[in-house]
């Protein structure tokens, strides 16, 4: 079975001009889209890999050996789990969330400023992330198309620091791109969901 395109979860011009349509016309319709193409290509002839899920093909061993494979299918992932991060209803931590945040971090606050710095000074392409390590938060980058799945990190939340993600909307500044989205575009349910262990796989396909 092929792997699809998934929907966005809201409208692209739900964001205004935080993120434009233009942005999610090319950022989901055509960047994203080409992963999928892409994945399909690559595993159109491995029956051991027919039906398999994102993960699955992700951490296979066909996938370690072939760098291309990994890529596509680690990005359709990084992607699909991306867009379930944002809203453009502005949320704040609440529950346990909130508590773990702050026990983890002294506050929403030096978290999201702590993510900032992660995700602004991450060099060249790539992810800022908000994982769970034991009982506690954790942020860091992930380089490329890598992708917590493949490391046996929870992913709680992601940043896109990939250009094709701002360049549209932000140009270069992509200080801008990640305060923008962190102060007004986080959905903490979904981040809330992944702690109590209910989201993360929706980003997975089978």
């Known amino acids: 079975m092929s792997f699809l395109l998934p929907d966005l979860p809201y409208d692209t011009s739900a964001f205004g001009d935080l993120i434009s349509a233009e942005t999610f016309d090319y950022h989901h319709g055509k960047h994203h889209n080409a992963y999928v193409d892409k994945t399909n290509m690559l595993i159109a002839d491995d029956a051991a890999l027919t039906g398999a899920s994102l993960v699955e093909v992700i951490t296979a061993a066909k996938a370690q050996e072939n760098k ?29 969330l909130k508590a773990v945040i702050d026990e983890s971090f002294g506050s929403h606050k030096d978290m999201v400023a702590k993510l900032k710095e992660e995700a602004v000074g991450h060099f060249a392409s790539g992810w800022a992330w908000l994982v769970l390590d034991g ?29 094709h993600a701002y360049y549209i909307d932000y140009r270069n500044a992509r200080p801008n791109y990640v305060d923008a989205l962190l102060n007004k575009a986080i959905n903490w349910e979904f981040v809330a969901e992944n702690l109590d262990g209910n989201g993360a796989s929706r980003a997975d396909q089978n």
């Not at 291309?68 to 529950?95: D, M």
């Not at 992930?142 to 990939?162: E, F, N, R, S, Y």
């Open 68 to 96: 291309g494979l990994f890529n596509n299918a680690a990005q359709i992932w990084n992607h699909s789990f991306y867009w379930k991060c944002l809203t453009p209803e502005q949320q704040a931590p609440t529950g346990k």
């Open 135 to 163: 009982d506690r938060l954790k942020i860091t980058s992930l380089h490329d198309a890598d992708t917590p799945v493949a490391h046996d990190m929870k992913p709680l939340l992601t940043i896109d620091v990939w250009e």
